[in-house]
């Protein structure tokens, strides 16, 4: 009888409880929770060093337009003209497609353009609505403003 006893607290020792299983789940919770908050921040961050990144790209791509055109294209051509060739005025001495398509931003939407900028007439801006996909908003981004 005695060698029964003693199996039997063996095995009781050998288990987990029902609160240990809990405590254990909740601390899993509690990391995953805050993993995920960290990666949303962190692809936040991505989704604007991206934008950074775009300006640099498409800016590179208006001055290769700038060389052989003589000059930017105009608000009204926007970055389409490094896509097709424009139709409307100022017509550019040599054009070449420059772009498969025009350029989405993170968040799907088309980056803007105009030229002359805001900021700096003398120079084309991009213009991306951020986040919330809302032109003229708190959260818009600009070349000018790097």
Known sequence: MKMHSSIAK???RGGFTLLEMVIVLGIIAVLMGGSIALIGKV???AKL???G???NAIGSALMTYKINA??????QQGLKALVTKPTGTPQPRRWTSLSKSVPLDPWGKEYGYRFPGKKDPTEFELLSSGPDGMENTQDDLSSQDE
Not at 70 to 75: D, L, R
């Open 10 to 12: 063996i095995r009781r």
């Open 43 to 45: 692809k936040d961050g």
């Open 49 to 51: 060093q991206r934008v």
């Open 53 to 55: 990144a775009d300006f």
């Open 70 to 75: 003589g000059f930017y294209p105009s608000t």
